[in-house]
């Protein structure tokens, strides 16, 4: 019931204003047009553009099962691992297999056992352990036998050389850590005890503060609404983009149990030390910032959704960590007090109960002087529209290009690795004609029977798995980390070629074979660089897209919000003060019995009016500073400013890695020039 699609999403539904809906209701992610592939109301698994096959985490979680895991496992892990992210890459299970003085023929095996993604967790890695202990003392190298094994609680150890340990031979450092959960994570200490009490809730729980006696409310340019307004200038200082503050946002794991199961996530800033915080803080937060700045630029936040996949939950972070990093680099909302709580107090969810925190809109504390109002263009309207026509465009455009930016960074991390589809069809049919080896049948192996036709396709598939891919793989388009098995491949043929058959010490072979050395060890390299930079792209460029994406998202969304909250009364007051000035005029002529009275109750009533006039109008100009600031400082300078630096840093990078990848295979070339011909 819960989790059937939905037919008409309001996320994705239209409005009068051409936009489609927004997050202008009480709950801020009712009509969020946050995309990425995420259904919150659908169980269908999240899409990918380009999936990457994942072991299932049960199947090695029940290899281990709850068995003590030597300390030589965690310490070799964290040996590849030091930032403690849950994985690391098949390079780096090769290399610490290599201190095993295993067979390269027996490391291929296992590397290939255990896993068939360029990247291995942390179980898979403990599972490679377990099988070259077997293999060291000579046992069957299987699956089972750990399985076997770790039912008894008695996982063998190792025989690993830790310190001889090669380090990467890449020359570009991995981008920054930012997933730390894996299939056996658990919340550490310092994570606050949350209640169990609707874990998803999106209900507040705000108390209106008391006039003038709350650290959260009250006087202007206080931390209730951030610093005070700074509209007659730019906003920002000289080269602000150098100096933009990061937050870091990782998983930590799940709490809670069975139904009211949330996830915990640990943000890390240079305001504090790291504090945990779930989603439902994060409703929060937005939630507060909404009432408070109505009129200000800010991402929408991603949605949730009822039992997550680990994809929805790794892209709802990669969400939340762009949205807050947004917040926290805006001229203004960077400075609110409750913001700065959320970055920094270790337990928000206490703080919440104790603290009364004003939803005062940000115009009923600050004012815009005369100076600020007359840099206010008259056309004002006239640019905000101009504005309006581009957004849409922008959005669709900039979707395709965060989706067409991603499958190009997919395939490219499989480009160097595989043959193309259209060639295993189009040669391996042609070229591999063999007969069928069953001897169930003799008249199986006639030329031009069906079963012969079948046999023969059957044996091109699989020396497509055989030759080009190693392993059974369910799509053709999926990343493997071939390079990283060819290397281990090379080297197994290397060993087996060790002893010439000619028995003397052959110069021919022993040249061939040393040329076969360098290049291993130059596709390893190759191997790495081509992973790191796929792994920069994803987390670098490619959340650079989709920030810009969520500046267009975020911008639509502001002028739904003005459509909706910058109407007023003004008009109507206006029209009862005149009408109820008549009236006084005509009680004053009359003086009938009890005149005076009712000439002070019409008075108040006029004064009133007449002060909301003037705080209406006073919104209205206050109101038309936002947006022409949201316009001028935030939008003009986010999407110009940022992208530049985006695009420079990407082709300064891109340089690097070409240049990098040439000198590798220029020594390559170098290095087999020796190589002898006879």
Sequence with gaps: MFNAPRPAQ???????????????????????????????????????????????????????????????????????????????????????????????????????LVSSRPRVSKLEFFVALALVALAQSGKDVSIEQVAALSSQNTLPEPTLDLDRLKPSTSTFSPPVPNFRQNSTATIRSPAPAYSSDDPWSTNPRLTAPPRGNSDFGGAAGSLVNGAPSTLSGSGLPKEW???????????????????????????????GTPVSRRYSEFVYLWEVLLRRYPFRLFPALPPKRIGPDEHFLEQRRRGLLRALNFVINHPIIKDDGVLAVFLTEPSFEAWRKHASVSLDEESASKRVDRIEEMTIPSDLEEKLAVVRGKLNPLIEQWQRICILAERIIKRREAAAVRSPPAFRRAYLPTHFTLPHLSPSSATSSLPGSSSSIMSESNMAGSLNQSIFGVFNSPSDSQPQGDLARLTNTLRAVIEVNEPCWRGDDCELSNGVRQGLEHVAMHAQRHSEMSEMRTRTLLDTTLETLKSQRDLYLATRDLFIRHDRLSVDQVERLKKRVETNGTKLDGIRAAQKDGWQEEVDRLTAIIEKDQATIAAQLSRRVFIRACMWHELRVVLHNRENTLLTQAVQTFARDEQDFVESVVNNWVSLGESVESMPYE
């Design 241 to 271: 983009w150098k100096r933009q503050e990061a937050v870091k946002i990782a998983i930590l794991g799940q709490q809670g149990f069975i139904l009211n199961r949330y996830t915990v996530y640990e943000l890390s800033s240079d305001r």
């Design 10 to 112: 309001r996320y994705a539904g239209s409005s009068t204003t051409g936009f489609g809906g927004s997050f202008v209701d009480e709950n801020p992610l009712a009509n969020s047009v946050y995309d990425d592939g995420l259904d919150p109301w659908s169980s269908t698994p999240s899409p990918a553009p380009t999936p990457v096959p994942h072991a299932p985490a049960s199947v090695f979680s029940n290899v281990i099962a709850d068995a003590t895991v030597p300390s030589i496992y965690h310490r070799s892990f964290a040996a590849v691992d030091p930032e403690n992210t849950g994985e690391t890459s098949v390079n780096s299970l090769s290399r610490v297999l290599s201190t095993s003085s295993l067979p390269a023929a027996t490391i291929d095996r296992i590397v290939n």
